[in-house]
């Protein structure tokens, strides 16, 4: 059973333990700067916490225009991919369905995002988008609205995933479509794999697989 966290992601919690301790040592005549010490570690974990699920705040649309973000998928593994229609990769939606399919029942949740930074290779409407995937590929797993993963018009989920600062184990700039990052039951990325990497290649299915049993 998963325990209830308070609305500020946790950062209540370490301050309830660590404030009062720091009030015990000012008592007992701690030194400032062992004092200061415990605040700033007060406020060190207070943002690691308030930031560990940050992924799932980002705003969204699905497919169909309505507004979302990852939140509705908290305690599922994640696979959010930037897609495109008319890429040398678009055939790996034909692994990422069956990939789809073979895990959801277990907690994983493939995300796809329609973006069209890279060779004008999704171009069309969300509703040519769908109407695409449903035919040729009979995507079932859930597919957002066309943003930009690069740039200046960079969306806000991808300036989390990119940028050293918040995620400094993956970060770095997208190369192409299809990059995948893997996102834990926690919310925080732990892998990424470039458009090159097949969904169902032995060493995603392995990072999926030890995912889904944390």
Known sequence: MQTERPPDGGRSCWCELIIPAVSKLCEWGGTVR????LLLLCSSLAAYAGTAKEVYKYPLKTIDGEKTSLAPYKGKVLMV???ASACGY??????LESVYEKYKDKGLV???VPANNFGGQESGTEAEIKTFCNRKYHVTFPMMSKVSVLGADKTPLYQYLTDKTTDPNFSGEIKWNFTKFLIGRDGQP???FEPATKPDSPE???AIEGALKK
């Not at 062992?34 to 010490?37: E, I």
């Not at 678009?90 to 692994?95: G, I, K, L, W």
């Open 204 to 206: 995603v299915i392995a």
């Open 190 to 192: 732990v892998n990424r």
């Open 110 to 112: 493939i995300v796809g």
């Open 90 to 95: 678009t055939p790996q939606y034909a692994a």
């Open 34 to 37: 062992t004092r200061m010490m």
């Open 81 to 83: 991919v930037n897609v």
